[in-house]
């Protein structure tokens, strides 16, 4: 379950009645589009139906029977959600504007580049920056990945940007290949990889461009700075960092 802080109402009005539950505000858009596929009871506040959630009101077994044909919360809460209305608070939407903001630069920084620059990652704070500039508001009702075209084509006139993915060897030498192949091969998608006779490992991914440092940073890391990546460009040509 979730809390009440961060729950919001769901109320439907039906045969004269007013029936309310506590739901988390993407679950429920979720539930309205006919997406949700998550389990119920943990983006729920609690497994209960209200005629009035504020006060804790409950309403009659008898007009749950009527309306819905069932005295069961954990069915009763998805149609009430469905057939009814999200209620939001001024601060309850403004805390949804700043997280799917957050999660809408944060989309843009792993898959962006600019073409202007040699295809190099934009910053979060550029992005950031871009946004305010091109005066973009987010949505609070509404998915991120739903919104994100929107937000490309405002950026557009303000910087040089477009999505990109990249495609880059990675080499790491044989005292780390054991262990840090596990970490690389999971950051994109592995085209392929070599076990070399030395003991050292490479291996090709395709990620988005975006993430470009942070392969860069992981290879790092898990071979003490002695490993190598390379962004492929045409056939085999590379590009040390």
């Known amino acids: ?129 871009a946004l305010e500039e091109a005066g973009f508001q987010i949505d609070p009702m509404e998915p991120v990945e739903n919104q994100v075209d929107d937000a490309l084509e405002a950026l557009r006139p303000v910087i040089p940007i477009r999505f990109e993915e990249v495609t880059m060897a990675v080499q790491l030498p044989a005292d780390y290949a054991g262990s840090g192949q596990a970490q690389i091969r999971e950051f994109g998608d592995l085209e392929r990889e070599e076990w070399q006779n030395d003991g050292s490992w490479v291996g090709v991914l395709t990620f988005p461009a975006g993430l470009q440092n942070d392969l860069y940073d992981l290879v790092n890391e898990v071979t003490s700075g002695e490993g190598d990546a390379r962004v492929i460009k045409d056939k085999d040509e590379l590009r040390t960092r």
Do not use: C, W, Y
């Open 1 to 129: 379950m979730i809390s009440l802080d961060e729950a919001v109402t769901a109320r439907l009005e039906s045969h004269g009645e007013r029936f309310e539950v506590l739901i988390d505000p993407d679950a429920a858009l979720a539930m309205k589009r006919g997406e949700f596929e998550g389990n119920l009871e943990d983006v729920i506040a609690a497994e209960d139906v209200f005629e009035n959630a504020s006060r804790g009101d409950r309403p009659a077994e008898e007009d749950l029977e009527t309306v819905f044909g069932t005295t069961d919360p954990l069915e009763i809460i998805p149609e009430v959600v469905e057939r009814g209305e999200i209620q939001i608070t001024a601060e309850q939407r403004e805390e949804m504007m700043e997280r799917k903001h957050n999660q809408l630069v944060t989309t843009i920084t792993r898959n962006a580049v600019n073409p202007q620059m040699d295809d190099s990652p934009h910053p979060p704070e550029r992005i950031e920056r």
